[in-house]
């Protein structure tokens, strides 16, 4: 099984075509001496300076970066853990769920402060909140909102201006999606209240973020909810077609984590290349383009991660998690 | 003369050990117990907080339209956050069929009718706490039982216990350092005690025999009351001993003065010359009897004193002078001669009655086997060590009897015919043996016999 699973492993990778992939890139000499396989949910473009950073620090290491979604991420590790040394992902509860089944290898060398890592398997080394991504000319002369329930004003008062025009995750598809609108539902009953709304608006909905922006860029939809700041921000300048909005009655900020598996075949890399982005990422070598910072804890909970703790697992539950969608498709799909 | 003592044990070994080896087991006692009792106490609070969880979840359940809802609460499995980041597993059964969680937590724990049942055992390669407790729901047309298994792993509590193992190793061996410093400081007090009173027993001098009268703890009292009452009995003893060997001396040479005053008018009244050789014989007998009789006396004595030498500061060359007025008349009916030879003083630190008695027997035996109208030389010098030298113009010691003459009731092969015990040179090797001191005999080349005294 595993051979077979190699096998086509190698067959995908050297098919220009990659089946199943967002897509796929490798870093490096390709005849380099090792090898390190890496599963992400973050776009290539984001990943890129860092990567070629450990590149460049490591000349001997060639890295085949995988993207997909979180949710599909979470099946492939669990399903052929021997095929990746390294899994990338927003989706915290997910990260969380393989370190507790024991997916992940603890890497008890790596200092990191207790409330970024857990098991010392599971390490964050980014802050990324969910934001608000309006189209400008959608709001034009009139005023942005700031909250949620300033957005849910706004749609309420010009429904004909938004109708097919806003745009959510598809929490069913998307992992880091279902971890952002459970955190809101956990937060305040004014998710409830805006899911309502959007779905009377008859929200579009999405699988990514990048997907989201490009249509918010091209003004297909006018509003998209809880987008990764990362995504929006790495975008935003481009064609200043749309600005963000960190909603100030509640935050939602996740941790991007990194975790290596342990059916590795190449641990010693591995734990080397998860020091090497834990270092990069404190190091300040933020650009537009790349990956903001672990943000250190604020004071008060304003700002607050969400904490990496086996209570992420809840939503997960299949009980739960049932529960939740089918509240959700409720409110959001009403046709 | 001090006798070897037989010891059996030590009593401060024995104290040390039996403090020492008490705080010891007693520390072992205090850490095990607070282990445990930490263990205990660990155990428990992990307990509660699995048993409030469990709670929380079998709360969310209820029966809706007929079907199971189990809306499991955040704050179940946020409450089992830890510091080591512990894994949670759980498992939610209806009727006993899996519902949601982890399905291999089902199958080793049974269907409890009610109660929380907690076990430890073997989760995914690491001990973990597991609980399982139950709800009856009753809907409209049937009862459901939901079950829920909650299992946390045990890093965090294996962490605090390993701490506090450490905590409680540290606080035995502080305990047994501090008992262990107080016993070694009871023990020499308790010892110390003993030791006062064999210096003050030690330091008494021989004549010193008074009972002692400062305080003593109360165990030593017996011992103190045992040493008093066995010194009266010495004291006692040591009066009779001496009362006997003055009475003994006055009444044995009173009557014998009497006989040889007897024997002496009797001899000028006896004209037939065979009576008067029977006279003289017979007060040349009296007279060694008298002798003896003192000398016998005086060796007593000195045997008695020289157990329990007193040393005062004196002059031999007094003694010595007192000694030459003393023995002067006598001398003069030998028509001998006794010559003093001595520095202006010379102090010693001794018994003087002892040491005028030594050499008292000295003189006397120079004066006995010295020829009539010599002379008995006395010298007194004191330049490395005190010497005193008594010397006369006899026959000398016979060569091969130098060595054992100072031995007891030994006479030399040359006395016959002269008045003596054989005490005299014992009596003085005696006396200056007490004394730290040695004697010894030589012949002068011109003649005649050298007693030298090194003190």
Known sequence: MRYTLTLVLILVFNSAAAEGWEDQAVFGSPDAENTLSIISSTDTALFSPMLEAFIAEQPNVTVEYFVTGTSDLDRRVRKTPEAFDVAISSAMDLQLKLANDGHALPLPNILHPSWAQWRQSVFAFTSEPAVIAINRSAFAGMEIPESRQELIEAMRARPEVFRNRVGTYDVRQSGVGYLFATQDARASETFWRLMEVMGSLNARLYCCSGDMIDDLTDGTIAVAYNVLGSYAQARADSGKAYTTILPSDFPTTMMRTALVSKASTNPKRAEEFLQFIVTYQSNGHHTQKALPPLAERQNGTERANIALEPALMTFLDTLKRNKFLKEWQDALIQN | ?????????????????????????????????????????????????????????????????????????????????????????????????????????????????????????????????????????????????????????????????????????????????????????????????????????????????????????????????????????????????????????????????????????????????????????????????????????????????????????????????????????????????????????????????????????????????????????????????????????????????????????????????????????????????AHGGEIQLSNRSGGGACVTLSL
């Open chain 2, 1 to 433: 003369m001090t006798v070897k003592v037989a010891f059996s044990g030590s009593l401060r070994n024995r104290l040390v050990v039996t403090l020492i080896g008490g705080a010891a087991l007693l520390a072992l006692l205090l850490f095990f117990a607070v282990r445990s009792y930490a263990v205990q106490i660990a155990q428990s609070g992990q307990d509660s907080i699995l048993e409030a969880s469990v709670t929380s979840i079998l709360d969310a359940a209820a029966i809706r339209n007929g079907v199971i809802e189990l809306d499991l609460p955040y704050s179940a499995l946020s409450m089992l956050n830890t510091v080591a980041d512990d894994r949670v597993f759980y498992a939610i059964l209806e009727n006993g069929e899996f519902l949601s969680g982890y399905q291999d937590l089902v199958g080793q724990t049974d269907l409890m009718p009610s109660g929380f049942l907690f076990e430890t055992r073997q989760i995914r390669d690491s001990s973990a706490r597991v609980v399982s407790a139950n709800r009856l729901l009753i809907g409209a047309d049937r009862r459901i039982k939901v079950q829920v298994i909650l299992a946390q792993t045990q890093d965090a509590l294996s962490e605090t216990l390993s701490e506090i193992s450490r905590n409680a190793a540290l606080f035995g061996f502080c305990f047994f350092t501090l008992v262990a410093g107080l016993s070694f400081w009871a023990t020499k007090n308790t010892i110390g005690q003993l030791d006062k009173l064999t210096h003050s027993v030690t330091r008494r001098g021989p004549h010193d025999l008074r009972p002692f009268t400062k305080p003593v703890p109360r165990e030593m009292a017996p011992l103190v009351t045992s040493l008093n009452s066995l010194m009266m009995r010495l004291e006692q003893s040591f009066a009779q001993s001496e009362d006997f060997i003055a009475e003994a001396a006055h009444r044995v040479r009173t009557p014998l003065a009497t006989v040889r005053s007897y024997a002496e008018a009797t001899l000028q009244r006896v004209d037939k010359e065979e009576n008067r050789d029977a006279m003289r014989a017979m007060v040349k007998a009296i007279d060694e009897s008298s002798r003896a009789a003192g000398q016998l006396l005086d060796h007593a004595m000195i045997t008695f004193r020289a157990g329990h030498l007193e040393q005062h500061p004196l002059d031999l060359v007094e003694l010595a002078q007192d000694l030459v007025l003393r023995l002067t008349p006598i001398a003069d009916m030998k028509d001998l001669k006794l010559e003093l030879d001595s520095p202006q003083s010379v102090p010693f630190s001794g018994d003087s009655v002892l040491l005028q008695n030594a050499l008292r027997n000295l003189i006397d035996n120079a004066m006995k086997y010295g020829p009539t109208e010599s002379s008995v030389e006395i010298s007194i010098s004191h330049k490395e060590a005190v010497q005193i030298k008594v010397c006369d113009f006899g026959p000398g010691f016979p060569a091969h009897e130098i060595d054992t003459l100072t031995k007891r009731f030994q006479r030399g092969e040359n006395a016959k015919g002269t008045i003596g015990s054989g005490l005299g040179l014992t009596i003085a090797r005696d006396v200056i043996e």
